[in-house]
């Protein structure tokens, strides 16, 4: 059994780093002539600051390098857990929903591949983010992270029937600035017979989009599970992909697998749904 969430073991990779040789050495002979050159070109004041800064330096490096070996070692378990294998191709996912094509660059970390629940379909699992750049006032590029976790399913069956449908949930007056990856693709609101789905979700869809097999896609169970979701899964599906996704990083192997369950059940509607158009 592996670990369970990604902070599982930090410390104990951490203490495991700071015995490393190189990292004793660099802790003895660092603050040492951070010391030396503090004295001589700063006065006192700098031979005090200059070896602790050192210090918090490579305690730094060194806590970042063992936050990095337990992610690796939780996501590697966790393929194993959910019968997954990593994979490298990530062009497709970046040709596929307009959320997996936002911003000015795109980067996919934990690249997992493997069949979804009882379904079996092919699905991919993935860290995304994407980053919008800014030009501040002195002309130099400054960058704004979204990051998401994602898992992507292809149903080219359903490409006819529907040709875009986009739902998130709603965007406060938080959201106020942020990218807006939707915006300016003419897509039209709808609002399904439910208060409390519409409180929580913005349900956006195509313009050509038919209104009857949209809400017999949405029909009253799907409407409810989507509600008292504890996730609050995502979804778009656009070009016969279905992208399902939750706003930031997951970490724990639960809501990992709390995603791949959202994305069979939002994909075994879409199936039924095909199957009932033949």
């Not at 059994?1 to 203490?15: C, K």
């Not at 070692?73 to 596929?96: C, D, N, R």
């Not at 409180?199 to 169970?221: A, H």
């Amino acid at each position: 059994m592996g670990p369970a969430n990604a902070n599982v073991g930090r410390t104990d990779h951490f203490r495991g780093t700071l015995r490393r040789p190189g990292v004793v050495t660099a802790l003895v002979l660092v603050p040492s002539l951070a010391l030396l050159l503090g004295a001589a070109y700063g006065g006192p004041v700098a031979a005090i600051a200059a070896p602790l800064a050192a210090v918090a330096l490579i305690l730094a490096a060194a806590w970042h390098a063992a936050d990095a070996t337990a992610e690796k070692a939780f996501w590697k378990a966790t393929g194993a857990a959910i019968g997954y294998q990593p994979f490298t191709e990530v062009g497709e996912l970046q040709m596929t929903t307009p959320l997996l094509h936002a911003g000015d660059r795109r980067v996919f970390r934990h690249e997992l591949t493997g069949p979804l629940g009882e379904l079996g379909l092919p699905a991919k699992l993935a860290h995304y983010r994407y980053d919008v750049r800014h030009e501040d006032k002195d002309s130099k590029d400054t960058w704004r992270h979204y990051r998401f976790t994602i898992c992507a399913v292809e149903l080219e069956a359903g490409m006819e029937l529907f040709q875009g449908i986009y739902l998130r949930e709603r965007r406060g007056l938080l959201a106020m600035g942020q990218h807006d990856w939707l915006r300016g693709r003419r897509l039209r609101e709808v609002e399904l017979e439910s208060a409390d789905f519409n409180d929580i979700y913005d349900l956006r869809v195509s313009p050509e989009q038919d209104q009857g097999r949209l809400r017999e896609l949405f029909d009253p169970k799907t409407i409810v599970w989507l509600t008292d979701h504890p996730l609050r899964p995502h979804f778009e599906f656009r070009a016969g992909f279905l992208v399902v996704y939750v706003p930031g990083f997951i970490e724990d192997l639960g809501r990992v697998v709390w995603l791949l369950e959202a994305a069979e059940r939002l994909a075994g509607r879409v199936r039924a749904e095909i199957a009932e158009a033949v």
